[in-house]
């Protein structure tokens, strides 16, 4: 018997190394990014201290910014520290009025809990979003975690109303192993073809940098290989 369970057991490892290998074959994309991405522009009147004293938690961490015509969108994480189990996917508006920039009210778009309830699973916490507007769509990628930052996995999730509501997570299917090690901490980038490509980083055996590409409609067509270095951390990237 037992040497019936090591043999499953070596089965199983030789599998999981092989996956890992065939993943990890490098494949590279040309990506052609739009370059009308109405990028927002420096300004000196943003009121840096109405964003500098958020009271939600102790933490806030991981913010990224977008822009919809005259108006910003903003989100990041917060909880009581990092990869803490009460961290919350925050999001935050903001439009220039006499000059100034005034702020909604920043309010929780996903939590540990919600996201427990939707999917009937334990996971450890929430963090590292980024956001990118498409026309009048936002799109927002978050990571949700079993344990550590190795053990996460990206979700998609999007509003047509600026914010008001928001679509149902769906995870991001993109590696063999459970769908584990994927993060992303950059800004997404829209493409000439209408889609958009996301980079990220992966944390399990080595790190490497990567391309998630998306078609207009968030659907994952295409996975490219950035770096294969090794040593590849929270790549970010800025159209040309």
């Known amino acids: 018997m037992r040497k019936v369970i090591t043999i499953v057991f070596s089965l199983c490892y030789i599998s999981i190394i092989l996956l890992c290998y065939l993943f990890s074959t490098e494949k590279n ?3 052609q990014t739009n370059k009308d991405s109405n990028l927002p522009e420096i300004s000196n009147n943003l009121l840096v ?31 009581s520290k990092e990869a803490s189990h009460n961290t919350n996917i925050m999001f935050i508006s903001a439009k220039k009025t006499n ?11 996903m939590n540990a809990d919600k996201y427990q309830a939707i999917f009937k699973k334990g996971i450890h916490h929430l963090g590292n979003p980024s ?27 999007y509003s047509d109303n600026y914010g008001e509501t928001w679509s149902s997570p769906k ?12 993060l992303t901490r950059g800004a997404a980038v829209l493409l000439t073809n209408d889609g958009f490509a996301l980079p990220v980083y992966k944390e ?36 040309l």
């Open 99 to 109: 000059d100034h920039w005034q702020f909604s009210k920043p309010k929780t778009i």
């Open 204 to 239: 399990f055996n080595n790190l490497a940098g990567r391309w998630l590409v998306f078609n207009k409609d968030g659907q994952l067509i295409n996975i490219s290989e950035m770096t294969t270095n090794g040593v590849t951390l929270q790549p970010t990237v800025v159209p």
């Open 49 to 79: 201290t109405k964003i500098a004293t958020l009271k939600n938690d102790i933490y806030n961490h991981a913010s990224s910014v977008t822009k919809i015509g005259d108006t910003l969108f903003a989100t990041w994480y917060s909880g």
């Open 171 to 182: 995870p991001i299917l993109n590696s063999p192993i459970f769908n584990y090690s994927t």
């Open 131 to 157: 956001i990118l507007s498409q026309g009048n769509r936002i799109w927002l990628f978050f990571s949700s975690s079993s344990g550590g930052w190795a053990t996460s996995s990206l979700n998609i999730i």
């Open 29 to 31: 994309y040309f990506l």
